[in-house]
């Protein structure tokens, strides 16, 4: 086996998380950080909030709120004229 190829293993590297919580493991790594840790996960906590860093949610909820004006349109002159020409046709 060739030598020196492995990183220097730490048995305890400090993970902080961005909720505060602080916890040793063992990794090649010096120090660890995380947005998201076993503490603070929806998922084992069990608390209903949405886990978001890129502002996909607010995105999300802008583009519902677009969407919501333009379905409130009045119909067109152009939908208009064509019920006047198909009721013109109609009592020919």
């Known amino acids: 086996m ?3 190829i ?6 305890e590297v400090e993970v902080r998380c961005d909720c505060g919580a602080r916890f040793t493991i ?3 790594a010096d120090k660890i950080h995380t947005e998201i840790c076993y503490q603070c996960n929806p998922l084992y906590t069990g608390e209903k909030r949405i886990v ?3 502002g996909r949610v607010e ?6 709120e677009k969407t919501k004006t333009f379905k409130v349109k009045k119909p ?3 939908r208009e004229n064509k019920k006047q020409i198909k009721s013109n046709k109609k009592a020919k």
């Open 2 to 4: 060739k030598k020196d």
């Open 26 to 28: 063992g990794s090649t």
């Open 52 to 54: 978001d860093t890129a």
């Open 6 to 11: 492995h990183p220097k293993y730490n048995s």
């Open 59 to 64: 995105k999300f909820k802008q583009r519902i």
């Open 76 to 78: 067109s002159k152009v």
